[in-house]
């Protein structure tokens, strides 16, 4: 997705194939020794066999369970694609074509409790969505969650880019073999807006938030789509000057305005709420799948002012809860969609469905971007490695991201 043809580079060796372990002798020539010896490698080996049979393709298990709830456990054979397999990773998420050393955040797999679903399989979901449409609604996040999602389908045949807009934001791609297409577009807040903000984040103006008018740019859309994927969250944090019936009636951060701060959390509820309203009001029903908020792991400080992520491993159950602004934002988005569940009439409510991708991604600080936002930032020679940016929200491709894919095909595929 990146304007790089670097999307084909690949590591000189193999990150998937098998290591030459640390090599061991006997010692001495006791009969006893050597027999321990033997019996201890027949052990390790069975042990090993029966791991690596564990981690073959897994079958959905008979009955319910919760698929949000679960453990990530370690997966040996690695991710379903690479940046060399797959031509559809931005530049930025592109962890491995960067330089990134460490690659075991790219060996473990969701495990949910009680059940076993298989990974994304592109030939079943491509056959399941033939002459169907999706529509991903939202922002970088979703974008993000896009590149694995044309990666794994690209397993079963490469789409082609049928429209972009000038910036790049809006775009569709086809996969004509199933005449399917996959729509993004590009709506931060699902409700009007005016950005004055470049792609580093860095602004000339406050953004001006229209609290009673909905995006058009994905309502318009909306009857194209049999499927819909929606999320937002991020971008009410930033700095805004809101806007009702005309008139500015108050802002978040100002500065040099003599407006009422409002904060964020009116206005993400108003958004949901005008967003769920209009899903259930409108004639044409999709099935629509919300995505819940997608926690960052910044240590140390924030983007801007030194925060890094540089774990390798994800936390242990139990052992991190999120920060204060995850739970508050969750807290938002569990409120609205369960009033919208409960204010839908029957079939409308079931159509309606929630991705809890927040279960999932708050455990593993080892699968961001991090510092290999661009290409070898630590690299011998590079003036700006002292003062490397990490971004610790979005996600390397492949990784932890691929697993809200893989549940996205199993709801789709049991509904």
Known sequence: MGSSRRWWWAP?????????????????????????????????????????????PPEVMKGNCDIFNGDWIPNPSGPAYTNSSCRFIDDHQNCMMNGRPDLGYLRWRWKPYGCDPPTFDGVRFLDAMRNKAWGLIGDSILRNQLQSLLCLLSKAEEPVEVYHDKEFKNRRWHFRSYNFSISLIWSPFLIKSEIFENE??????????????????????????????ISGGQWFLKTAVYWENGKEVGCHFCQNKKL???????????ALQMAFRFIISTEHKPVVFFRTWAPEHFESGEWFNGGACNRVLPYKKGEYGGKYMDHVMKGIELEEFNKAVSAANGSVGQRLKLLDTYSLSITRPDGHVGPYRTLYPFAKGNKNAASVQYDCLHWCVPGPIDAWNDLVMKMVLDS
């Open 12 to 56: 000189p060796a193999s990150p998937w194939g098998r290591g030459a372990g640390k090599g061991s002798g006997l010692r001495g020539h006791v009969a006893v020794k050597a027999i321990g010896f033997l019996l201890l490698a027949a052990i390790a080996f069975r042990v090993l066999c029966c791991f690596s049979a564990s981690s073959s």
């Open 200 to 229: 580093n984040g860095e602004s000339t103006s406050e953004i001006q938030l229209h609290l009673d008018t909905l995006d058009a740019i994905w309502t318009s859309q909306y009857e194209r789509f049999d499927y819909v994927l």
């Open 260 to 270: 009422a701060e409002l904060g964020f959390k009116h206005p993400y509820h108003r």
